[in-house]
């Protein structure tokens, strides 16, 4: 069904990503503590969460992802906790780089896969809020980001690259992400090498292999994680894949 409160300046894309938000919304019930992803889509979540606390008085806490969607909930008045207070977490909405008909993901594009991580796997349901766009038959199209400690980043950078070989991915480029004023720092002070991996055979085998390298603090690989996928289509209607 298509949603006649969505403004009609909307770009197609930004019409998608918000028909995504709107419908994941609906796994939303009062008195639930909520994870809130980060993101361009996780953006509109959280603007249309907070019109529906204030319009129909709703109630929920909020567990944040980032610093960036900490700040833009708290501007507009969601009760936040930290995730050790919380506990556990009823639901999370979070935007995905790529994901494939199995429900795996590539996350981390916004930098935020540490604790999106975390924050997911210590929720009941992860809802995946995501557009056309990233579907792929196989992940690894989008480079995946690979969250690592600052100390000698590049000797993990190596060892990745040894676990890449063993993969059938040898001689894959491994970025440092980043830019002309330096290096990527994430909330949690690391920094982010994102591998040019073109297609990812295996993602459970990777995405185990590479937790055991030395200096590798998460991957954005989200595999057996999320519940269902809100795909937001242009025309302001969404699909679910998986649970209802
Ligand atoms: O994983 C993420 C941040 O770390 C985002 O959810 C992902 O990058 C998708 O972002 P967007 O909705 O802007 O396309």
Redesign the pocket.
């Known amino acids: 069904m298509t949603d006649a409160s969505a403004p009609t300046d909307l770009s197609p894309a930004e019409r998608a990503?918000r028909a995504a938000a709107a419908r994941a919304l609906n796994y939303v019930e009062t008195g639930m503590t909520l994870g809130l992803?980060?993101?361009?889509?996780?953006?509109w979540m959280v603007r249309l969460l907070a019109e529906r606390m204030k319009a129909e008085g709703l109630r929920v806490i909020g567990v944040p992802?980032?610093t960036r969607t900490a700040a833009q909930a708290s501007a507009l008045g969601i009760p936040l906790s930290t995730l050790d207070d919380a506990g556990w977490l009823d639901l999370t909405i979070?935007?995905?780089?790529e994901f494939d008909d199995a429900r795996r993901l590539i996350?981390?594009?916004?930098?935020?896969?540490l604790q999106?991580k975390i924050v997911a796997a210590a929720s009941d349901r992860m809802v995946v809020?995501?557009d056309p766009s990233?579907h792929v038959e196989r992940l690894g199209a989008f480079p995946l980001?690979v969250e690592v400690v600052r100390f000698g980043h590049e000797t993990t950078a190596r060892l990745i690259a040894r676990v890449l070989d063993e993969h059938g991915l040898g001689g894959r480029r491994i970025a440092l992400r980043g830019g002309p004023s330096g290096a990527f720092v994430s909330d949690e002070g690391h920094h982010i090498l994102d591998l040019h991996l073109g297609a990812i055979p295996e993602p459970e085998r990777l995405n185990t292999a590479l937790n055991v390298v030395p200096g590798v603090v998460e991957t954005?690989l989200f595999c057996g994680i999320a519940s269902a996928i809100v795909v937001g289509y242009e025309d302001g209607t969404a699909r679910v894949i998986g649970e209802q």
């Open positions: 990503k992803g980060t993101g361009s889509t996780a953006d992802t980032s979070d935007g995905a780089d996350k981390g594009g916004g930098g935020a896969l999106e809020i995501t990233k980001p954005g």
